[in-house]
């Protein structure tokens, strides 16, 4: 559900947002009452197939209550939709409401294109939503987007792995890194190159170096979007990561790349030759049918030794509203609808994600295959503390340039200590070109 982020954005037509936006208004009478009149709303997501029939399903229920709206559906794949948000953005002919992703809802937010929701509270019911999920969404006190669906980074365990090898399951409530990597080096040792312990982290994301940095009690960007991550976090991330590759913890380099590059399904996890991944808790249906293991999820290691949780609510996206429409609070209330209904939240289930909704989540609990029940009780039971910042407007591309410099660490290209000091400024200056 949390996938990785095209990087060919089309930004020199979301720059033009900033010109064509200036005089915009927050979207007037998002607070007034529902219309009588007919009107149309635009509505615009990514996915596959399965998302489209479902979403056209929940479509159809809105029109059903209310005869007077109109819902246009206009779906892409994820490779074209933000090329075409951006340009019909800019053109002044947004669509009414949008799912947005995390890496660029600060952008649009930043450059006036998106509804502060609290302007819409008539219409839109948050009150089921949890204040930490609901902070993903919001800047600077304004809430830009509604999290449809939550996730949570955790440790994938291959339980079968564990048996053949004969490794006792850690006691996750209490274990460190340092645990995760002794843990791992008796799996390598026992599978004798069939398996490896960890899959090796820092390929995919950076959320392993936030959650690193937040379990010290650091982050890696402040209210003010500056990279704030001290760099001996970021030395120490990536030195781990080329201790487990050394040591035969984690597979040689090149495998860790061909692996992390041919997406999911071969992944060590999917693949049997990992004990131990890291990945977001709404990934392990999607990872069980891949491997035909029994998967399990385990809470972080080193929660119980820092100074706060690293763990976080992680959207899987979210329900935006331009800041054009012009049908505001109508716009409001099919958001509403969508997060809110239970027969809706029946045939949407978990497609795009554990639903952040608490009420809806309980709600469908009872459809829920086995292994998406395990990530709702994962998402329902470990404990966190407040999001991290909303990725800033010109970050985009933290995830590449951690993938970067995380490849530059294993093939010995540079050194932990100069890949710290890269990383952040890299990513500094990006934000600073954005503005």
Known sequence: MFRGVRRGVTWAVLLSLTASLAACGSGSGAGGDLTTEKVTLRFTWWGADDRHKRTQQVIEMFQRKHPNITVKGEFKEWNGYWDSLATTMAANDAPDVMQMDELYIASYAERGALLDLNEAR?????????QKALATGAIAGKQYGLPVGLGMYSIMANLDLLAKYQIPVPDDTKWSWDDLERIGDQVSKAAGGAAFGVQSPGINDAAGLSIRARQQGKAIFDADAKVVLPEEIARDYWQYILDLSKTGVAAPPSVTIEKASAGLNQSATATGTAAFGLWWNTQLTALTAASGAKLKLMRLPGETQGTAPGAYYKPSMFWSVSARSEHPAEAAAFVSFLANDEEAAKVLLTERGVPANQKI???????????????????????????????????????????????????????????????????????????
């Open 122 to 130: 008539k219409h839109l019911d948050t009150a089921n939503f949890d």
């Open 361 to 435: 989540r309980e709600a469908i609990a009872g459809q829920l295959k086995d292994t998406d029940k395990a990530a709702k009780e994962y998402l329902d039971t470990v404990p966190v503390s407040d999001p991290p910042r909303i990725t800033p407007n010109g970050a985009s591309t933290l995830d590449t340039i951690l993938k970067r410099h995380t490849e530059d660490v294993l093939f010995g290209r540079t050194t932990p200590d100069a890949a710290a000091r890269s990383f952040v400024r890299e990513v500094q200056s990006e934000v600073d070109a954005a503005r």
